[in-house]
């Protein structure tokens, strides 16, 4: 069995390339730490198998609370990530969502259709 970690970006924000890997530094480690608190099964076969990660894309803010249901509805650590409003966004802006470390075949029941960022 194959484990990684997915983070969802949002394009409509048109977030610069710095600020879109900080974002997604955030989603990671969020998630990466909430796992290990609540599946340490998972966190540690995620860890030792390299810690993959995928970047993804969605359009909306809709779109990106959708597939935050879905995960949650598979029992799948979702994390959320909220700007603090000091460069280029409003602070509260969500700006991407984190989805495990988990099982592939989990995450992609949720991911697999999304378009590499």
Partial sequence: MTYKQVIVVRKDLHMGIGKIAAQVAHASVLGAERTKQFNQVWFHRWFESGQAKVVVKVQSYEELIALRKIAENLS????????????????????????????????DRVTSRLKLL
Avoid: K, N, S, Y
Avoid at 83 to 106: H, K, N, S, V, Y
């Fill in 76 to 107: 799948l650590t979702v994390v959320q990530v909220e700007d603090r409003g000091m460069t280029q966004i409003p602070a509260g802006t969500t700006t991407c969502i984190g989805i495990g470390p988990a099982p592939t075949e989990l995450i």
